[in-house]
């Protein structure tokens, strides 16, 4: 039996990360949460997720601090941004999206769970260092 796929979850809103972490544990993940950027960062420098899911606004402000400190760290490490502002085009550049997959607050499970097949399918049997997820 393989080993449960690692998740990391920031959000800074209590009630959605408690409920988007049950709901990835019921799937069979290992869940490591964060509700700041800075929980965020040192999770990132501790342990390899396979892909991380984090609310595009953190404390009343945009995540591209975070992002793009993903991006350095772990730069194929897929992403899925969730929002309940709308499109996140109306707050970040096309670059800082690029390979990211985003969903609308609050989330419908089934998309939650459409998207990560979607990054599995791409992931499957190829390692984070071979792994091209700018086509998503």
Not at 41 to 56: G, K, V
Not at 76 to 99: C, F, K, M, Q
Not at 109 to 122: H, K, M, N, P, W
Request: aromatic residues 6%.
């Amino acid at each position: 039996m393989s080993a449960a796929k690692k998740v990391l979850v920031v959000d800074d809103e209590r009630n959605a990360l408690v409920a988007l972490a049950k709901i990835l544990r019921e799937d069979g993940y290992d869940v490591v949460v964060a509700a700041t950027e800075e929980q965020a960062m040192h999770r990132l420098n501790r342990w390899r997720f396979d892909f991380i899911i984090t609310d595009l606004f953190l404390l009343r402000s945009c995540c591209i601090n975070l992002l793009n400190k993903i991006k350095s760290l772990k730069p194929l490490t897929p992403v899925i941004l969730t929002t309940a502002h709308g499109d996140v085009n109306r707050y970040l550049d096309e670059s800082s999206l690029e390979g990211m997959l985003w969903l609308s607050k609050p989330i419908k499970y089934d998309e939650l769970r459409r998207v990560i097949g979607i990054i599995e399918a791409q992931s499957k049997g190829v390692s984070e260092n071979e792994t091209d997820f700018s086509e998503v």
